[in-house]
């Protein structure tokens, strides 16, 4: 009787963890393609949109906007890195917020 009780109670742990699991991988990637889809529109973006950036203030973000009046669109986080003032370390933060489209 005892190993029946305790064969269920293990069958119930194992059966709860694997939709635990399962649920959570389904919630992971309905969030990722939520941020995916909110990306801001790097070229089409205004001074204000690229500020609630973190790490882009006033000055960076209207350099961005000038580097693409004079150059045309930004299409890579590598060209990014073109702008005056914005290196490796802060392209790659911006480009997790913005979409080079």
Do not use: W
Request: glycine share 6%; charged share 20%; proline share 1%.
């Amino acid at each position: 009787m005892k190993k029946l009780v305790l064969s269920a109670m293990l069958a119930a742990l194992v059966l709860g963890a694997n939709y635990t699991l399962a649920n959570t991988s389904g919630q992971t990637l309905t969030r990722a393609t939520a941020e995916a889809s909110t990306k801001l529109k790097l070229n089409q973006a205004s001074v204000e949109q690229l500020t609630a950036i973190p790490g882009l203030g006033k000055v960076k973000a209207q350099a961005i906007l000038d580097h693409i009046s004079e150059h045309g669109e930004i299409k890579s986080q590598a060209e990014l890195t073109k702008v005056k003032g914005i290196g490796d370390k802060l392209a790659a933060k911006v480009a997790e917020y913005v979409s080079f489209e």
